[in-house]
């Protein structure tokens, strides 16, 4: 029976790389160099289907995909309906924060009880964090480059990942609040599951005993 793996290019590919190659699987080609979408590997009923990020939880939930690797922060704000995600991989490791221009008083902008501009790629995650608090905030979508949000007068605070910190430092913003750990986690369909308990079954036990510590 074929199964299909959705991954994204980047750095989650590159750190699955490792797990696949514990479950016996070697990809075909490198997706940073190749352009194509669907990426053989060397066992003939495996396949590799390369998407956004943001886009595999929704390949696993249709079925288009038996199996992906998605971040804490695309399953939170995906919802995981019709998921299973029995693993943690432990990999593409960074941090959910608040942060806003280095001098801006933002406890004082919390304590003041006026509402907090907050333009982000997760609103999810930034909605229920400052309901959490009890801070009333407006949200503003954004699809990346949140890091320029707060020196152009968009929003007062960003909510993003941060890893190294140097993106956050180049641009003269400092973190204010840790709000999750992230790292990436293994999406099962759940009908395919149990159709496909034999192959897939394998594949999860060989990824389990490759989790970097
Ligand atoms: O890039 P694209 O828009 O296609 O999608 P994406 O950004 O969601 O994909 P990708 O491949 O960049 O990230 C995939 C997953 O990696 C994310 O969903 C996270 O779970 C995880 N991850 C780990 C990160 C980072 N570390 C990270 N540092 N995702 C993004 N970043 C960005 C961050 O948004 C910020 O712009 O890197 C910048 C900060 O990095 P530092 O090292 O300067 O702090
Ligand atoms: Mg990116």
Redesign the pocket.
């Known amino acids: 029976m074929t199964l299909t793996i959705a991954l994204?290019?980047?750095?989650?590919f590159e750190e699955t790389l490792p797990l696949l190659a514990a479950a016996g699987i070697t990809p075909a080609e490198n997706p940073e160099s190749s352009r194509k979408l669907i990426i053989d590997t060397n066992l003939p009923d495996v396949r590799l289907v390369i998407v956004?990020?943001?886009d595999v939880p929704t390949y696993v939930q249709y079925g288009a995909a038996d199996l992906g690797i998605?971040?804490?922060?695309?399953l939170i704000e995906h919802g995981g309906a019709g998921l299973y995600q029995p693993l943690d991989l432990n990999i593409?490791?960074?941090r959910m924060m608040v942060a806003v221009e280095n001098g801006f008083d933002y406890e004082a902008a919390v304590k003041q009880g006026a509402r907090l501009k907050v333009a982000t790629k997760y609103p999810r995650i930034a909605r229920e964090h400052f309901a959490a608090k009890g801070v009333h905030v407006d949200i503003i979508k954004l699809y990346?480059s949140?890091?320029l949000a707060p020196l152009v007068g968009l929003a007062d605070a960003i909510v993003?990942?941060?890893?190294?910190?140097?993106?956050?430092r180049a641009n003269n913003l400092v973190a204010v609040e840790h709000i999750l750990d992230?790292s990436?986690r293994l999406v099962v369909n759940q009908a395919a599951l149990k159709l496909k308990y034999a192959t897939i079954q394998p594949v999860l036990e060989a990824f389990a005993s490759a989790v970097p510590a």
């Open positions: 994204s290019k980047g750095r989650i956004r990020a943001s998605a971040g804490r922060d695309v593409a490791k960074c990346g949140m890091e993003d990942l941060v890893s190294t910190g140097g993106t956050l992230i990436s």
